[in-house]
């Protein structure tokens, strides 16, 4: 009951943090010096005019960021000392510091930052044969509640600034630098939700796609939002080429409020709604995320009730067999269920995938390495 009652207040702060941003802004904004990794182009033309300085110089700084990968103001030799100056005093070139890096026999890398105020994050590395992926983390905590998470027990602790963000790929590419290799897709899949940090995860967005920061083409970069409503009818008026998942995890409303609270602020329904909006807006499909739970949501009888959920939306679902979370007690659907519910799902004709497993040697689920390293945040 006690347990209840503090993932409805959570979820009340979200809904109000959601609706009525002003009156959160002020308790929820960070105080810390900002990243240089936050400013879009234009903005640092326009920091760089309000300081004396030519908007060009924005081009530049931007090559040393994100072509050359300094890890310095210093390294920017081509601008002048006062201007390397100016930059030090008012933003931080590096805000996050490895703590961790553990690396798994498949190629995948788990990072562990460290934050400017103490706080840790992860970051995964995923190999693929098309590419190198990066899962980004957008909050330290969450608040959302989801049942089989380890990222969400302690709450939300505060939002990433959208350097905080930038930074994390900036991190992977200089390890990936060593091997002569690049990031070239990103999921906004790791801890937190997205969307509960929206302008922070558009800031991110807009950096890592243009073509003078990280240029990773919008068709490689996928969202994901547990579900909050409102901000999935703003994304869709964004009407970019960003792939965009849901996670669903369930075919009823009763049995997707068990598995994630978020789901009592934002019903099936309405969401469904949402979803349908925006597929119609953007011309685009939405890929539904589809945990697999043993014996809570993995019959026949429930891809059958999904399949008629979802019927008529152009999407896809992703299939993902869940491992034993140690704090929770959900255990892993055998495999021939997992192959049955696949089926299923494929003779009403829906478009869907198993995903593969990564990085299962090290603590690969999301939040697992942060809830067994807690002991490195200083506070
Ligand atoms: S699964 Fe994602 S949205 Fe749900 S609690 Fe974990 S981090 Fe938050």
Redesign the pocket.
Known sequence: MEHKKIFDERINDLVEHIEQPKKREKKEKPNLKESIYSLQLDELKQWLKEHGEKPFRANQIYEWLYEKRVKTFDEMTNLSKPLRDQLKENFALTTLSTIIKQESKDGTIKFLFQLQDGYSIETVLMRHDYGNSVCVTTQVG?R???TF?A??LGGLKRHLLAGEIVEQVVKVQQALDEVDERVSHIVIMG???PFDNYDAMMNFLKVINHEKGLNIGARHITVST?GIIPKIYQFADEQLQINFAL?LHAPNQELRQKLMPIARAYKLDKLLEAIRYYTNKTGRRVSFEYGLFGGVNDSVEHAEELAKLIKGIKCHVNLIPVNYVPERDYVRTPKNQIFAFEKTLKKHGINVTIRREQGSDIDAA??QLRAKERVHETR
Do not use: A, F, R, V
Request: glycine share 22%; with cysteine; proline share 0%.
């Open positions: 969450c959302i509640g989801c998470c990222s969400t801890i937190g939700e547990s996670s999301c939040g």
